[in-house]
């Protein structure tokens, strides 16, 4: 499967715990997103990379987010001190830079459940 | 800000029913508009427009963009079962950020 890949696909935790997930892009794209979803709302973006580099983060993104891409390969996003409210699906794509559009290739997604 | 509206929300069909879909968008700069379907997990790629009033087709499903009007349709003929899902609009602004709608959640009933 040459797709874009997650890791785990769910994640139950008590709030307060740390959690991290991981994605693995197409290996030719160059740049990685994540989203987060909730019931009944479209992807909010949180943050991007071109090959390692963090470009941009979302506002949405609090402090106790962080995401990583070493080398430009697979990257993970990290929430610590999980609260209620970061239950959702979170969402990773990739894509190969074009000028004209930017066709995101989505993974599964990984479902996380802040009890 | 940026924003993408689709509608209707949702929407329940019989199968054999033609569907339009609708997504309308404000953004400051405009490179290109995509459409992607969304079962139980990842948006899949559907279409994207860059040009107003060229048809884009595949299979049953097809779209249109207009520029003027700061809007897509996204039909869908023959409507079966399998069609039910999440339609998400979404508009790549150049750049990074690809702003996305709500989406509309289609129904197809036996």
């Known amino acids: 499967d040459t797709g874009v890949s997650q890791d785990p696909r769910h994640k139950i935790t008590k709030r307060g715990q740390n959690v991290t997930f991981r994605c693995d892009p197409i290996?030719?794209?160059?740049?990685l997103y994540w989203y987060r979803q909730t019931l009944g709302q479209g992807p909010e973006f949180l943050t991007y990379?071109?090959?390692?580099?963090?470009?941009?983060k979302s506002r949405l993104l609090s402090d106790r987010f962080s995401a990583e891409r070493p080398k430009g390969s697979f990257s993970t996003l990290e929430i610590q001190r999980t609260e209620q409210g970061d239950s959702a699906m979170y969402l990773c794509?990739?894509?190969?830079?074009?000028?004209?559009?930017?066709?995101?290739?989505f993974g599964p997604g990984t479902r996380l459940t802040v009890l | 800000e940026d924003k993408v509206v689709q509608s209707p929300l949702s929407l329940v069909v019989h199968e054999g029913d033609t569907v339009t879909l609708n997504c309308s968008y404000e953004?400051?700069?405009?490179?290109?508009l995509l459409w992607y379907k969304q079962e139980k997990k990842a948006p899949t790629f559907l279409f994207m427009l860059t040009s107003s009033g060229i048809e884009k087709k595949s299979g049953r499903l097809s779209s249109i963009l207009d520029k003027k009007e700061l809007s897509s349709i996204l039909n869908i003929t023959a409507t079966q079962t399998g069609d039910s899902a999440i339609y998400l609009c979404?508009?790549?602004?150049?750049?990074?950020?690809?702003?996305f709608g709500a989406g509309t959640r289609l129904f197809v009933k036996a």
């Open positions: 990379f071109q090959n390692e580099a963090q470009l941009e």
């Open positions: 290996s030719e794209h160059n740049r």
């Open positions: 979404a508009v790549y602004p150049g750049g990074f950020k690809t702003i």
């Open positions: 953004v400051t700069n405009f490179r290109s």
């Open positions: 794509a990739s894509s190969l830079a074009q000028l004209a559009g930017d066709t995101q290739y």
